[in-house]
């Protein structure tokens, strides 16, 4: 992997996606991750917004070590795993056809097993690319079709979420403020979308969501540019704040919504959401519930490097010998959950049964992920 600094932030031919123009700059698909030419470039969040650096991959294998690294997060790794699979495309393009196959199968593999937790989902998005694949007969431009499904897929998920979004709406204050926790991404965007000709007046709180900082450095970021007023608080102010300042609804996205109602999301959620059952404040998740995982609490909890909790910014920040502990998602029950906000409305987290029924009806929209 190479890093490169951008003193001029560098454009993708803007032919090729426009369903994002009028978002927030981490949301549009040139800065979240993209192929071109033999590579994928992927905007490192590591540092984002304090400098704008992109990581280029020359191979899947390292938009593997991208993923597990943690230079894309949130819906990041979708799209990068996406484009990769069009790189791997670029590097079978000498090969025969099964060739070609088995080894866009192969890269596959290796992108989507790089987080346990987000396994599943990724899984989804090589499946995705594999049938595009399969069903092309010439495999000259294979790299370029890639591309252009993992900017479809995109474009097909902003506009999934964004009727979650529209469910969400009414819910929001008419005056108020509203908790959000880590980053959201496709949510955050899409509701700030909605919300300007809401005639709503809403202000954001972010926990900062160490030890990477995604509610200070993302969501705040895309609220802020957005037109949005945003405070950013520490992790442990949460109870302070609801306290002192006043919340009138916590929401936030999820890494899995499983059937019996429980929450998988970044580290944080369930305790946030202990707080806002505390000062009855109601707490919405929202995204699509995964309809193959009957359980919240079978799903693998990923455990990252110690080090990254007793890190900041690269910088240890505690005594020789002291540990540090850090799962990266949390589960959160369907006891603490209002409702789950989906693309088909409000359901009770005790019955996605209902909302398994409504989708077999209606059909299910490819790669419409909760974030």
């Given at each position: 992997?190479?890093?490169?600094?951008?003193?001029?932030?560098?454009?993708?031919?803007?032919?090729?996606?426009?369903?994002?123009?009028?978002?927030?700059?981490?949301?549009?698909?040139?800065?979240?991750?993209?192929?071109?030419?033999?590579?994928v470039?992927i905007?490192?969040?590591r540092?984002?917004?304090?400098?704008?650096?992109?990581?280029?991959?020359?191979?899947?294998?390292?938009?593997?070590?991208?993923?597990?690294?943690?230079?894309?997060?949130?819906?990041?790794?979708?799209?990068?795993?996406?484009?990769?699979?069009?790189?791997?495309?670029?590097?079978?393009?000498?090969?025969?056809?099964?060739?070609?196959?088995?080894?866009?199968?192969?890269?596959?593999?290796?992108?989507?097993?790089?987080?346990?937790?987000?396994?599943?989902?990724?899984?989804?998005v090589?499946?995705?690319?594999?049938?595009?694949?399969?069903?092309?007969?010439?495999?000259?431009?294979?790299?370029?079709?890639?591309?252009?499904?993992?900017?479809?897929?995109?474009?097909?998920?902003?506009?999934?979420?964004?009727?979650v979004?529209?469910?969400?709406?009414?819910?929001l204050?008419?005056?108020?403020?509203?908790m959000?926790?880590?980053?959201?991404?496709?949510?955050?965007?899409?509701?700030?979308?909605?919300?300007?000709?809401?005639?709503?007046?809403?202000?954001?709180?972010?926990?900062?969501?160490?030890?990477?900082?995604?509610?200070?450095?993302?969501?705040?970021?895309?609220?802020?540019?957005?037109?949005?007023?945003?405070?950013?608080?520490?992790?442990?102010?949460?109870?302070?704040?609801?306290?002192?300042?006043?919340?009138?609804?916590?929401?936030?996205?999820?890494?899995?919504?499983?059937?019996?109602?429980?929450?998988?999301?970044?580290?944080g959620?369930?305790?946030?959401?202990?707080?806002?059952?505390?000062?009855?404040?109601?707490?919405?998740?929202?995204?699509?519930?995964?309809?193959?995982?009957?359980?919240?609490?079978?799903?693998?909890?990923?455990?990252?490097?110690?080090?990254?909790?007793?890190?900041?910014?690269?910088?240890?920040?505690?005594l020789?010998?002291?540990?540090g502990?850090?799962?990266?998602f949390d589960?959160?029950?369907?006891?603490?959950?209002?409702?789950?906000?989906?693309?088909?409305?409000?359901?009770?987290?005790?019955?996605?049964?209902?909302?398994?029924?409504?989708?077999?009806e209606?059909?299910?929209?490819?790669?419409?992920?909760?974030v």
């Amino acid at each position: 992997m190479e890093i490169e600094w951008e003193l001029e932030v560098p454009e993708m031919d803007r032919n090729v996606a426009t369903f994002d123009d009028d978002l927030a700059f981490m949301l549009r698909a040139e800065h979240v991750a993209i192929y071109e030419d033999g590579v994928v470039r992927i905007l490192d969040r590591r540092i984002y917004p304090i400098r704008v650096e992109y990581v280029t991959c020359h191979s899947p294998m390292e938009v593997r070590q991208a993923l597990q690294a943690m230079v894309t997060q949130s819906a990041g790794p979708y799209t990068a795993c996406a484009m990769g699979m069009a790189l791997a495309a670029h590097e079978a393009r000498n090969m025969d056809r099964e060739q070609a196959l088995e080894h866009l199968e192969r890269s596959g593999e290796l992108m989507a097993t790089a987080r346990p937790t987000t396994q599943v989902r990724m899984e989804q998005v090589v499946a995705g690319a594999l049938k595009v694949a399969r069903e092309t007969e010439d495999f000259t431009d294979l790299d370029l079709i890639l591309r252009d499904h993992a900017l479809r897929a995109m474009e097909s998920r902003y506009a999934s979420i964004e009727r979650v979004a529209e469910h969400l709406l009414p819910l929001l204050p008419d005056q108020g403020t509203v908790m959000t926790q880590c980053f959201g991404e496709t949510i955050i965007g899409m509701m700030g979308r909605l919300l300007r000709g809401s005639g709503k007046e809403v202000s954001f709180v972010c926990p900062e969501t160490r030890p990477y900082l995604q509610g200070a450095r993302f969501t705040a970021s895309v609220l802020k540019d957005m037109g949005y007023p945003v405070t950013v608080i520490t992790d442990n102010m949460v109870a302070a704040y609801m306290e002192q300042r006043g919340v009138d609804l916590f929401t936030s996205a999820a890494d899995s919504i499983a059937m019996d109602g429980g929450v998988i999301n970044k580290v944080g959620t369930h305790q946030i959401a202990i707080l806002a059952k505390y000062f009855h404040i109601p707490y919405f998740v929202t995204g699509i519930p995964d309809l193959t995982t009957p359980r919240a609490a079978e799903v693998p909890i990923e455990q990252r490097n110690p080090e990254e909790a007793i890190s900041a910014h690269g910088i240890k920040h505690v005594l020789e010998g002291v540990e540090g502990w850090y799962p990266a998602f949390d589960h959160t029950p369907a006891h603490l959950v209002s409702g789950v906000v989906t693309d088909l409305g409000v359901f009770s987290p005790y019955d996605l049964e209902q909302y398994r029924s409504r989708k077999s009806e209606r059909g299910s929209d490819f790669y419409s992920f909760a974030v």
